[in-house]
């Protein structure tokens, strides 16, 4: 089965300043995607970024950029120029590619955005 | 851009009650899910719909739960009788084949007394 870790349950930062929050997962599949979800106070989930695995290019979305390292198995996620905006909590996450699966969640990082 | 959408975004209900949680997918897409999140915890899977059935389901989803497709348009999740800790957002997706569109409703945010 399927896991996904987040070591780091809270973090905080000054706002301008680069954050990389922590992802690892454990598969046997070697298709699959990954996905980092924010969600804010609303508590409704927001997609940041995806990666597909059989893509060695990591995914970048302005602000937002990932560190795939498919060996390790680790899916950071650093954002740049961080916005009183961005606080939130983030989730990492994994989709096997094989089939319709379900998406596997970590258990989520709360990120503070300090002004 | 094509949404899935969730009704209601609030519910209220006594313990013992029956409720019905409604969610309209995408409308080319064919993969349904529910997913639960209790407050302050992870995002956890209850159920997957395909072809007019269930397709898995979590050791969550007991006999307290079901899931239909009434019409070609919505999708709805039934608690028969809640309990408190049945008190938690939850989310509604669906994609098309693959991950093509997996979309996450806003969320209905059930709370029992």
């Known amino acids: 089965a399927q896991t996904v870790t987040q070591s780091q349950p809270e973090m905080s930062v000054q706002e301008a300043e680069t954050v990389t929050l922590s992802c690892t997962y454990d598969?046997?599949?070697?298709?699959?995607?990954l996905f980092w979800y924010k969600q804010p106070p609303s508590r409704q989930m927001i997609l940041v970024i995806r990666?597909?695995?059989?893509?060695?290019q990591n995914a970048t979305e302005n602000r937002f950029s990932v560190n795939f390292q498919k060996a390790a198995k680790s899916f950071s996620l650093k954002i740049s120029d961080s916005q009183l905006g961005d606080t939130a909590m983030y989730f990492c996450?994994?989709?096997?590619?094989?089939?319709?699966?379900?998406?596997?969640f970590g258990k989520g990082t709360r990120l503070h955005i300090l002004p | 851009e094509p949404e899935v959408t969730q009704t209601p975004s609030h519910q209220v209900t006594q313990m013992g009650q029956e409720v019905i949680l409604r969610c309209v997918p995408i409308?080319?897409?064919?993969?349904f899910y529910w997913y639960r999140q209790i407050l302050g915890q992870k995002v956890e899977f209850l159920v997957s719909?395909?072809?007019?059935?269930?397709?898995?389901k979590s050791e969550i989803f007991d006999d307290q739960f079901s899931v239909e497709r009434p019409d070609g348009s919505n999708f709805t999740l039934k608690i028969r009788s809640t309990k408190l800790e049945d008190s938690a957002m939850y989310f509604c997706?669906?994609?098309?084949?693959?991950?093509?569109?997996?979309?996450f409703g806003s969320g209905t945010r059930l709370t029992v007394v």
């Open positions: 997706a669906s994609s098309g084949p693959g991950y093509y569109g997996y979309t």
């Open positions: 996450a994994f989709l096997s590619m094989n089939r319709d699966d379900k998406i596997i």
């Open positions: 598969t046997s599949e070697s298709n699959y995607y």
């Open positions: 990666q597909e695995a059989y893509k060695q």
């Open positions: 719909f395909y072809n007019n059935e269930i397709s898995e």
């Open positions: 409308s080319n897409h064919l993969y």
